[in-house]
């Protein structure tokens, strides 16, 4: 079976510091992993991807993720963030032997001026 | 090119009831996914249609049903309404299948009465 484990369920942040989400995965495939973002009543939109060309993965508005087999973690990351940047993440997986995606629970980020 | 389009964005039933909720793709994908989101569970894979046909299942009760159309719009219906059927329902489409990354919809919001 695979699954994510988001481990935080809130994240607060001020605006200008640095944004840390972490998620875990297990997955008995060489997996893909995705991370979205949702806006309150938005569907999700994607982040980025990571489907093993390079571990470290650049996705859209300042955000990036790191792939490290070892750990099976997949964190989420951005330098310094905007207050347009609170919503709701979610990290997710994909194995070549499951044919749907896997969510996590999500992560809440709220962000303070 | 216009994004994954549902309708309506709001609904409000009974118990009892049933409900069709509608979900126009991408044009040119052929794979449609339905999730459902609620606060207690997250996100919950119901199905996916790819070609007009049912490709997988999530673990739902039988009252969860949809088709797709020979232009891959498709629908979803939800009979028997139970108070636990409030949930966001979003619909997912892309060019390959479930297990790839998906473009949502703003989805419907079903709330039962």
């Known amino acids: 079976a695979q699954s994510v484990t988001q481990l935080d369920s809130h994240v607060s942040v001020s605006e200008g510091t640095p944004v840390l989400l972490r998620c875990n995965y297990s997955s008995s495939y060489s997996p893909s992993l995705f991370w979205y973002v949702q806006h309150p009543n938005k569907g999700l939109q994607l982040l980025l991807k990571?489907?093993?060309?390079?571990?470290l993965v650049k996705g859209i508005n300042g955000f990036e993720a790191e792939f490290k087999k070892s750990e099976t973690s997949f964190h989420l990351t951005k330098p310094s963030a905007h207050m347009s940047d609170a919503a709701e993440y979610f990290c997710?997986?994909?194995?070549?032997?499951?044919?749907?995606?896997?969510f996590g629970k999500g992560t809440m980020l709220l962000v303070s001026p | 090119k216009a994004g994954v389009t549902q309708t309506p964005r709001y609904l409000i039933k009974t118990r009892g009831q049933q409900v069709t909720l509608s979900c126009s793709p991408i044009?040119?994908?052929?794979?449609v996914s339905w999730y459902q989101q609620t606060p207690g569970q997250g996100l919950q894979f119901l199905f996916e249609?790819?070609?007009?046909?049912?490709?997988n299942k999530g673990n739902f009760p039988g009252r969860f049903s949809g088709r797709q159309f020979s232009n891959s719009r498709s629908e979803m219906n939800v009979s028997t309404l139970e108070l636990g059927d409030s949930a966001l329902y979003l619909c997912?489409?892309?060019?390959?299948?479930?297990?790839?990354?998906?473009?949502f919809g703003d989805g419907t919001r079903l709330s039962i009465l």
């Open positions: 990571y489907t093993s060309a390079a571990t």
């Open positions: 044009s040119g994908h052929r794979s």
């Open positions: 997912a489409s892309s060019s390959t299948g479930a297990d790839q990354p998906q473009h």
């Open positions: 249609y790819f070609s007009e046909t049912q490709r």
């Open positions: 997710v997986v994909s194995g070549s032997g499951y044919s749907t995606l896997t």
